[in-house]
Structures are given as C-alpha cells and as structure tokens.
C-alpha cells in the first residue's frame, strides 16, 4: 500500500490522499483509486489532478504508470485532459449517490425554539465585530516574535496590565499584573482551584446557583453546603467550618439581588477569623442600571478574596477569556496547576483582549450594551404590566436576566406552556441546590439578553401568552 499526500507542485494548490491497494499492479490500482475518488465526491468534477511527474515522486511509481492510467480513465469519461489546463475529473462525473443506505421515510427534524430567552448569553448580533476585528490587527502586527513560542502560563503581560487598570477603574479591585491569571472562564478557574488541589472543601455556596457549576465541584470531590438567601443576599452568619464561601455579590444569581453592605464586610470577616477564603463570581459586574455598580469585594481584602470574571456575559461566551485576581500566597500554585500549554487560553485573542480594552471599545461596547439592556428589561417590565399585572420581574435592575416570581405551584405548568409557546426558558427550580432547606419559590428566569433586536418584542409577546392567569 502506498499513500500519497500530493504538496511538491506550487501550481496545484491541494493535497490529494490515495491508497494503492489489490490486484493487478500498481497501474490497476491507481485507476481503481482515482475511481473511487470520483466516485465517493472526494475529487468534485472540475478539480484539477497533479501532474504525472507529481503524482508519480509521491506514489513511488513510474511515471509512465500514472500517464497510462490517467489516459485509461480520460478515455472512460472519468476524467478529461486538455492542452494548458491539465487533466480535471469531468464535469460530467457524478459523485455516488447513497440512496440505498437512506431510509424511504426519514424522520423529521427536530425543530429548535422559535423564541430563545435562556439565561446566560447576549446578544450575539451585537458583538463588536469590527472593533475586534481592528484589535486583533493591532495586536497581531505588534506582537514581538515571542508570542508566537511557549507563552508565560500566567497569560500574556500585556493583558495582565490592561485588566489590572480596567478592573481598579470599573470594579473597585486592588491588584497588581502578578496577581493575575489569565484562563479561559469560571469554569475553568473552578477546575484550577479545585480540580488542581490549591484549595479543598467543603465550599459552602449559595442556595441557588449554576448547576453547572456544582457539577465541576462535584467532579473535583468538593462537597458543597447551601446558604440560604433572603432580601439581603446569602445569609454568610450561617457560615461554620467550610473553608471557603463562593458567592455572586454584585447580583445573585439567579435571583438577582445583591449582598448587602453589613454581609458583605461580615463575610471578609469570616474569612480573616477563620483562616478561610472568598470567591467572588462577577459574572455579570458591569451592567447594573439603576444606579452606578457596586464595586467588587475583593477590594476590602485582597488577601481574603479570589476575584474571578471573564468576558462571556459583557463581550461573547465564544471568546474563550477569563481571569482570576488572586492573594499572592495562592499564584504559584494556581500556576503549577494550570500545567501543560494545551490548557492555556489563546495567545492572540489575549494580546487581541488587551488592545481592546487599552483602546478604549471595551468601555464603550459595555456602555451600549448596558443602554440596550437596559431598555430590554424595561421593555420585560413594560409587558408585565400591561398583560400580567399580577407577575412582576424581581431582583435589582442589573444584568441580562430576570427572575418573574410565580404564584405557588405554577412553575412547572408555566414552564411547560412556554415550551408549547416555542419559548427556551428556565424554571427557578432548575438553579436550587438539592441539599437546601430553603422554602420553595416558583418563577422563571427569563433571559432577556439573549434575543437579537429584531426577535425581542415576538418573543415578550409570546411569553406574556405563556404566563399563569391570576
């Protein structure tokens, strides 16, 4: 068997796979494989096939083999050779059809929601394309030849430096570059943290949460204790022997109230008292609207508190960007965790990250994305109000999600009757945490972010549609 990867002629631009196999000489088993090429769809009509002096260096065969096989098909239809354009299969030579495997009936395909206000996501139409686009040029042409070899793990200097001014002017953070890691998203910082044995549980978290991010605990052998929440946020006085608390104090998540003034300093407290430590998910800091945001906890500790962001809510989930501004003790083990390169987060779309946010169209991305959420939400209130004045969206006015509080035992008819809407939504329920004694609250977590401008008023009208009577 002989295989071929046609590259050693500039003017054929393709590489060409084949395997020379069965009876009859090497002939024979060339124009059995060029066959089946065209045969398969592999060679489209019109490719152009390498020249025999090509074909031939790479197959290990004469070159008389591969004219006289070349001729043979030519001569049955299979392909054509013309003066100055080579020889190309024929336009004419249909690809293998593979009715016989299809069945008579194939079942139809399932159809995706016609209204998608899932939680966690915005609004692809709007990411900034252009912008990124001249950021990414910028850091491309700029890049000193280093960035292209083994990188640092902590991620690239220059994105350490951006997000060290950017997070002390927008969230309050006190740090330095060489307290930041860069990874590639919460998730991932979890799985550093946990899955990488910097730290241990038990991890007590709020009562409701990501699951998802229960899972990554879980798979790490990290036990997870609730804490219940009321008006106020998690209810950190009911913290005893875990050794750290992971919270979401600019806006709870899911239920969208931020922790309070009094438990926010209680809860570093705790943390100084008992050796322990705080995480801090700002998953979605940027976007509060009601008032200017509240700045991060980090900044009334920073050796009590892990600052964890990334840009999946305030730019896109497909930029695969995040970070951790860690207490100093815990950066070389965060960094002997991290380990081999395959794990870090991509070179250019660091260095791409930092220009953007040194130029200027972060902040201005997040001001006009925070104006169009905004009007979202009020547009949600607007809704309610009009078509179900007995539901109202709870929580403050931040973020890209709300949560409508139910009447009692309507949330899984209601979730139900949505789906039957053609609407993609969660119920509450979904986010509880299986161990808390909390009472049960219904209601829905409605993503308004998510919906391009054009798709947000349909879907507002049907989920009003789907909503419980009084």
């Not at 939680?119 to 001249?134: C, E, I, K, N, V």
């Not at 219940?228 to 875990?242: F, K, N, S, T």
């Not at 791409?352 to 040194?358: G, K, Q, R, T, V």
């Amino acid at each position: 068997m002989a295989n071929s990867w046609v590259n050693s002629a500039e003017r054929i631009g393709a590489d060409l796979h084949l395997e020379l196999t069965g009876p009859g000489g090497r002939r024979a088993a060339l124009i059995r494989a060029l066959r089946e090429a065209v045969r398969s769809g592999r060679l489209a009509p019109g490719t152009r096939l390498p020249p025999y002096r090509s074909l031939a260096a790479d197959l290990g065969v004469a070159r008389n083999t591969v004219a006289d096989a070349y001729a043979e098909l030519v001569a049955e239809g299979w392909l054509t050779a013309r003066q100055g354009s080579g020889t190309r299969v024929a336009e004419r030579a249909e690809p293998l059809r593979p009715t016989a495997r299809v069945p008579k009936t194939a079942p139809p395909r399932a159809r995706g929601p016609r209204h998608d206000l899932t939680q966690g996501t915005p609004d692809a139409s709007a990411f900034p394309r252009t912008a990124w686009l001249a950021s990414y040029r910028r850091a491309l042409q700029q890049a000193p030849n280093e960035v292209f070899g083994p990188g640092d793990p902590a991620g690239r200097p220059e994105l350490r430096e951006a997000l060290t001014e950017y997070l002390a002017r927008a969230r309050g953070v006190r740090t330095e570059p060489g307290r930041i890691v860069v990874c590639s998203g919460f998730a991932h910082a979890l799985r550093l943290l946990f899955g990488g044995g910097v730290l241990r549980g038990p991890l007590a978290v709020e009562a409701y949460g990501l699951g998802f991010h229960r899972e990554v605990l879980a798979a790490a052998g990290v036990r997870t204790v609730p804490l219940p929440l009321d008006e106020h946020g998690a209810q950190v006085d009911r913290l005893r022997r875990e050794r750290a608390v992971l919270l979401t104090p600019a806006h709870q998540f899911p239920t969208g109230g931020p922790l309070h003034a009094a438990r926010r300093a209680a809860v570093v407290d705790w943390a100084r008292a008992r050796d322990g430590l705080v995480l801090e998910d700002d998953y979605d800091g940027e976007f509060r609207y009601d008032r200017k945001p509240v700045g991060a906890v980090q900044g009334l500790d920073p050796e009590r508190v892990i600052h964890i962001g990334s840009v999946s809510k305030s730019l896109s989930p497909a930029v695969r960007l995040g970070w951790m501004v860690l207490p100093e003790r815990y950066v070389g083990a965060v960094l002997a965790a991290k380990g081999e390169r395959e794990a870090w987060a991509s070179v250019l779309d660091q260095l791409s990250l930092a220009d953007f946010i040194a130029s200027g169209s972060y902040d201005r991305h997040v001001r006009r994305m925070r104006l169009r959420y905004r009007s979202r939400r009020d547009r949600l209130v607007a809704a309610l109000a009009e078509h179900a004045p007995h539901i109202e969206a709870t929580g403050i006015a931040a973020g890209l999600h709300a949560v409508l509080r139910l009447p009692p035992g309507t949330e899984a008819s209601a979730v139900k009757a949505a789906a039957w809407q053609g609407i993609a939504l969660d119920g509450l329920a979904a986010f509880r945490h299986p161990e808390t004694d909390m009472p049960v609250s219904d209601g829905l977590v409605v993503g308004y972010a998510t919906p391009s401008e054009h798709a947000y008023g349909p879907a507002l009208e049907a989920l009003c549609g789907a909503l419980p009577p009084p």
